[in-house]
C-alpha cells in the first residue's frame, strides 16, 4: 500500500537558536554597556506543561491535494505533552510522556487501546516526527496518534486529515 522513506529532520530548535541569537544581537544597541547585574538567584525549575495536551499534523495540511510523483511528506507536532523514544523496558509507561504513531486509511483509536505494530500503523518508538511516503491515486486518511511506552493510545491525542494524491497536478 506504501513505501516508508527517510526521516525528516527536525529544524525548529536550529532555526528558534538562530532567531534567538539574531535577535540578542539587534538588541545589543551601540551605546555604553550597563553595569553588571547583580548574579540572579538559582535557575528555576522547568515549568510544567499548562493546558490541554494536543497532537496534530504540521504537514500536510488536511483537505489538500499532493503530485503522486513526489513523496508525501509528514511532520508531527504535539502541544503539552512530551515525546520521547520507547525505552528498553517499556513494561512500566512514564506518564506525560509517549510516541507518535500514523494510521493510514484509518481513524483514531479509542484511549487505552493498544495500536496495532502493522499495517495500517506505522510507528515512531524512535521519538522522530516524520517521514516520507510514496502514494498512488486516490484519497487518503491519516492518523496521529500518541501511544505510550506500551503503544496505548492516550485521550484526546489523535488528529485525522485527508489528502487526495494525483498524478501530474
Known amino acids: 500500500m506504501f513505501e516508508e522513506g ?11 537558536t538562530a532567531l534567538l541569537t539574531v535577535g540578542a ?26 493546558g490541554t495536551p494536543r497532537v496534530f499534523f504540521v504537514a500536510p495540511r ?9 513523496p508525501l511528506g509528514f511532520t508531527f507536532g504535539i502541544e503539552n505533552f512530551e515525546i520521547s523514544p520507547v525505552p528498553e523496558d517499556p513494561s512500566n509507561p512514564r506518564g506525560g510522556m509517549g510516541h507518535y504513531h500514523l494510521g493510514v486509511n484509518t481513524e483514531c483509536l479509542p484511549a487505552g487501546e493498544i495500536i496495532p ?12 516526527d516524520g517521514m516520507e511516503m510514496t ?14 511506552d ?8 489523535c488528529e485525522t486529515i485527508t489528502v487526495r494524491m494525483e498524478s501530474g497536478i
Open 6 to 16: 527517510t526521516t525528516l529532520k527536525r529544524n525548529g530548535v536550529m532555526a528558534l
Open 25 to 50: 544581537m539587534a538588541c545589543g544597541g551601540g551605546g555604553d554597556a550597563e553595569p553588571a547585574a547583580e548574579p540572579a538567584a538559582e535557575p528555576a525549575a522547568a515549568a510544567e506543561p499548562t
Open 62 to 70: 488536511n483537505e489538500t491535494d499532493h503530485p503522486t510523483e513526489l
Open 150 to 157: 506500551e503503544h496505548r493510545t492516550i485521550e484526546g491525542l
Open 135 to 148: 502514494l498512488e491515486d486516490g484519497e487518503y486518511t491519516f492518523s496521529v496518534q500518541i501511544g505510550d
Open 117 to 128: 505494530a502493522a499495517d495500517p500503523w506505522v510507528h515512531f518508538g524512535d521519538g522522530s
